[in-house]
Nanobody, 127 residues
Framework: QVQLVESGGGSVQAGGSLRLSCGMF???????????LGWFRQAPGKGRDGVAA???????TYADSVKGRFTISRDNGKNTLYLQMNNLKPEDTAMYYC??????????????????WGHGTQVTVSS
């Protein structure tokens, strides 16, 4: 059974930084590099929104609200996805989830295309 495990969340003041990680564990018949990967977030009372995603060709895409502040990257040798978050704002406060989709996606930030999810890591930004 493949599992995704997020880490790196926490509480920071506005302007601070955090680095989220998402490791894939367990047996899969496919290589980690065969998966499109995404970071999503959900604030209390709101829907789950795409934050950043990276395709199997390493194409990246970002939500407008995080462009220039967040950077997504993948290490296929370590089966790990990262999200570097700089200049954090209170509106970034949410539960952050990583997710995978086998193959390339045209709409990388659309959560309904992803079929495996982690349990999330909380990010809280105070003003």
């Amino acid at each position: 059974q493949v599992q995704l495990v997020e880490s790196g969340g926490g509480s920071v003041q506005a302007g601070g930084s955090l680095r989220l990680s998402c490791g894939m564990f367990g047996y899969t018949a496919y290589s980690y590099s065969d998966y499109s990967l995404g970071w999503f977030r959900q604030a209390p009372g709101k829907g789950r929104d795409g934050v950043a995603a990276i395709g199997i060709d390493s194409t990246t895409t970002y939500a407008d609200s995080v462009k220039g502040r967040f950077t997504i990257s993948r290490d296929n040798g370590k089966n790990t996805l990262y999200l570097q978050m700089n200049n954090l704002k209170p509106e970034d406060t949410a539960m952050y989830y990583c997710a995978t989709h086998l193959g390339q996606l045209n709409r990388l930030l659309e959560p309904s295309w992803y079929d495996r999810w982690g349990h999330g890591t909380q990010v809280t930004v105070s003003s």
